[in-house]
T-cell receptor, first 114, second 112 residues
């Protein structure tokens, strides 16, 4: 099945700086890559996603890039703010089985220092 | 907007008890999922269902079972709870195309 690795596990940045979180996946046929943000005590919420036919997608201060050849994708947050502090999860949808489920990375705790 | 609810936010049970966690969604989604979330391990899939009375094992099904008698409701069952099942349990749903997943608020289960 699919395997997703996420790095780093913790990340601290100064307010206003950029943050980058990276994930690799194992199934070359995976075609959907979402990113979720989970604030303390709350449920994970989708913040951005990308499909395998696109190399980059942006939404205001956040962007995701996908390199299918290398099988990795990254989340970029620019001009970080304290409210960006949260745990971020990447995920990938593989092609085996019913191909309906996501495989998640282990998460990155992002702390934005004021 | 999709609403996914779980029966309890916090639950405390004793070792050996049978535990039921229930998830209800109001968006007519075909796919429903149960995850457990543990620090440093991310979200691990326990079971999922893509239709009424259908179920498939995820990555960590041991010690758990599920039931989906109605499309909107997906139950996770711990037949005999053990202390290593103390965790946060999250339910999620997605539509037929298997796009984004919508999560419930989670149930923090403690097994003493």
């Amino acid at each position: 099945g699919e395997n997703v690795e996420q790095h780093p596990s913790t990340l601290s940045v100064q307010e206003g700086d950029s943050a980058v979180i990276k994930c690799t996946y194992s199934d070359s046929a995976s075609n959907y890559f979402p990113w979720y943000k989970q604030e303390l005590g709350k449920r994970p919420q989708l913040i951005i996603d990308i499909r395998s036919n696109v190399g980059e997608k942006k939404d205001q201060r956040i962007a995701v890039t996908l390199n299918k050849t290398a099988k990795h994708f990254s989340l970029h947050i620019t001009e970080t703010q304290p409210e960006d502090s949260a745990v971020y999860f990447c995920a990938a949808r593989g092609s085996s089985g019913s191909a309906r489920q996501l495989t998640f990375g282990s998460g990155t705790q992002l702390t934005v220092l004021p | 907007d999709v609403k996914v609810t779980q029966s309890s936010r916090y639950l405390v049970k004793r070792t050996g008890e049978k535990v039921f966690l229930e998830c209800v969604q109001d968006m007519d989604h075909e796919n429903m999922f149960w995850y457990r979330q543990d620090p440093g391990l991310g979200l691990r899939l326990i079971y999922f269902s893509y239709d009424v009375k259908m179920k498939e094992k995820g990555d960590i099904p041991e010690g758990y079972s599920v039931s989906r008698e109605k499309k909107e409701r997906f139950s996770l069952i711990l037949e005999s709870a053990s202390t290593n099942q103390t965790s946060m349990y999250l339910c999620a749903t997605s539509g037929t195309s298997g796009g984004r997943e919508f999560f419930g608020p989670g149930t923090r289960l403690t097994v003493l």
